[in-house]
């Protein structure tokens, strides 16, 4: 087990989907790094980079100026690669030949995944940093990236509703959630919509149509549903238009897809805090000799969670919130 003076020098990647707070979380491992008197090694395109060896010694100013850029200045790809023995074999030997002592990797559960074999297997530290919009990770209340992107939905619900109430329309808003309702739910509440639909909940054509009937006889003449992408009530956000439509020919119904532009834009000020304590925490992890787990939020403390619980563990809607949705939105 290395300890601190045997650790010069740590790598860190960003892998996966890109999240706002993900280069507020590199400069914070690149900087308590150069504080530890460790050299920080940047390494592009994720996992791919470890397997075509794009390693980039770093310094204190190599981070100037990007805690408040979204996206990575380290880029981020999934890798084909890396899933098979031959590229982690590869992988590992750039990172023995460049002497490195450490890895951190930033990303989600299929990060973790990747950093939990390639350390079963070569016996290397690795440390994971959460950043994903979906919140959608165990072992953490907030994951990097997902205040910024609620607010950015909050924001874009915001601007649709106006048109809506000019228009009389019923929009249907589509946001990221392929397994988790977490971003529907929060800014659904936030952005008073009349329902929202989430994969943990499946509400039913029915039960929509009927919420949607009520909503019109206590005077509402516009509506907004928030759906998450991975909710099953239809086969898509368009068949749920249609449906809607054919039932209530009444309303004019629209939908609008935020898509990608969740992901983008500058970090919040939680993110950005977020960001700097979980990278801190997670170099001080691997110089007391931590390995295999995750730098979490938890009660508002950082703390540890083993690779298998953080990808094994299933994240739950807070049933406080359904209930605010429910009482609220009448």
């Known amino acids: ?16 989907g890109d999240a706002p707070g993900m280069n507020a979380a590199i400069r914070s491992v ?23 060896a ?16 979204g996206g990575t200045i380290l880029k981020t790809a999934r890798s084909k690669d890396f899933r098979t023995k031959e590229g982690r074999k590869k992988a590992f030997d750039n990172l023995k030949n460049n002497k490195l002592d450490g890895l ?5 559960d299929g990060t973790f995944t990747g950093g939990l074999v390639f350390s ?15 919140n959608d990770i165990y072992g953490t209340s907030h994951t990097i990236g997902f205040d910024s ?49 989430i994969p943990e909940e499946d509400l039913g054509l029915d039960r929509l149509i009927q919420s949607l009937k009520r909503s019109q006889k206590t005077g509402k003449s516009s509506s907004i549903v928030v759906v998450a992408e991975g909710d099953k009530t239809g086969d898509n956000v368009f068949q749920l238009k249609d449906y ?33 304590r979980l990278g801190v925490k997670a170099v001080e992890s691997i110089i007391a000799g931590e390995n295999c787990s995750m730098v979490g939020l938890q ?19 807070n049933p406080e919130l359904l209930k605010v949705s429910d009482i609220i939105s009448i």
């Open 244 to 276: 809607v439509e054919k039932h209530l020919p009444e309303y004019d119904a629209r939908v609008a897809v935020l898509g990608h532009m969740q992901r983008g834009g500058s970090p919040t000020c939680f993110d950005r805090v977020l960001a700097s």
């Open 104 to 108: 951190i990797v930033i990303g989600g």
């Open 120 to 134: 079963n297997e070569f016996d290397f530290p690795v440390i994971g940093i959460p950043a994903t919009i979906d």
């Open 30 to 52: 690149v900087r308590s790094c150069v504080f530890h008197n460790i050299v920080p090694v940047g390494i592009s395109k994720g996992y791919d980079g470890l397997i075509s």
């Open 299 to 317: 009660n508002n403390k950082v703390l540890l969670t083993p690779f298998k619980k953080a990808i094994k563990g299933i994240t739950e809607i």
């Open 149 to 197: 992107a609620i607010n950015t939905v909050m924001q874009s619900i915001d601007k649709i509703r106006d048109t809506a109430s000019s228009h009389n329309r019923l929009f249907f808003i589509e946001v990221m959630g392929r397994d988790a309702g977490h971003i529907a739910l929060n800014t659904g509440i936030a952005g008073g919509a009349e329902e929202i639909l």
């Open 54 to 69: 794009k390693m980039t010694e770093m310094n204190a100013r190599s981070v100037k100026g990007i805690i408040n850029k």
């Open 1 to 16: 087990m290395l300890v601190k003076n045997e650790i010069k020098k740590i790598g860190l990647l960003t892998s996966g």
